[in-house]
């Protein structure tokens, strides 16, 4: 069985830093796509970040460009993403998901259950 966990959130300051993390078991990242993403109440879900491990490829979204940061540590087969300058817009429910492919998408096969993140101004 594949799990997901995200840990991290919490509340934090806006001008401040968190760092998310996702740890899987029965799937290994590597060469796999992982994302990050976020749902605000009453707005839809929209991916944050994605890494392609393996390739290290990076993607962001241009509302986190340049503030959050997403790496891997392929021995701990966990994935990070590190959130600084935050912002109360940052607000969600940031949810963690593995793909089989190396392209994040909104139909990733594998979703954690969600660490809450609240900025507070």
């Known amino acids: 069985e594949v799990q997901l966990v995200e840990s991290g959130g919490g509340v934090v300051e806006a001008g401040g830093s968190l760092r998310l993390s996702c740890a899987s078991s029965g799937f290994n990242f590597d060469w796999h796509a992982v994302g990050w993403f976020r749902q605000a109440p009453g707005k839809k879900r929209e991916e944050v970040s994605c890494i392609s491990v393996g390739l290290n490829n990076k993607q962001y979204s241009d509302s986190v460009k340049g503030r959050f940061t997403i790496s891997s540590d392929n021995d701990k087969n966990t994935v990070y993403l590190d959130m600084t300058n935050v912002k109360p817009e940052d607000t969600a429910v940031y949810y963690c998901?593995?793909?089989?492919?190396?392209?994040?998408?909104?139909?990733?096969?594998?979703w954690g259950k969600g660490t809450p993140v609240t900025v507070s101004s």
């Open positions: 998901a593995a793909d089989t492919t190396l392209t994040c998408n909104q139909v990733m096969i594998y």
